[in-house]
């Protein structure tokens, strides 16, 4: 099925975008596996613990908002720390990247596939604006 010329957010589901960044990705997964295997942690590496790693990553990011109680405060944070914020997404990353990896996952078709899911989910013409969840549109 030939896509519509996609403007906007759209312009994300272009598969042009998808062939530029599977590469990318796999690109990038080699990276953080020969991290990993020059270590030996490879053997720490079970689903559990990357997923509990992922999560405790996440953590971290959450953690830099910590008390912060307004929006001024939350976009301060976020700029006077957006180093630390870039390095906690990148472990957040990096353990997706692994788990996906370990377990046979194609990323970029499992991140295709769930925008597919969301547009089906959020119609842009009942969810626009919104911030309902789909079951309450
Ligand atoms: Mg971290």
Same mark, same amino acid.
């Given at each position: 099925m030939k896509r519509a010329q996609a403007h906007g957010p &759209?312009? @994300? @589901?272009?598969d042009k975008d998808f062939g530029e960044n599977v590469s990318e990705i796999k690109q990038l997964t080699e990276k953080v596996l020969a991290f990993r295997d020059e270590r030996d942690w490879k053997q720490f590496h079970n689903s559990k613990d990357l997923a509990l790693s992922l999560v405790l990553e996440a953590t971290e990011v959450l953690e830099i908002f910590q008390?912060?109680? &307004?929006q001024a405060a939350i976009d301060g944070v976020a700029l006077e720390r957006k180093q630390d914020l870039a390095d906690e997404l990148a472990d957040v990353f990096c353990y997706t990247l692994l788990m996906a990896n370990d377990l046979g996952i194609d990323l970029a078709e499992a991140l295709k596939t769930k925008i597919e899911k969301n547009n089906a989910k959020y119609p842009v013409d009942k969810a626009k604006g919104s911030d309902k969840k789909y079951t309450e549109l």
């Open positions: &759209d312009r @994300l @589901l272009a008390w912060k109680q &307004d």
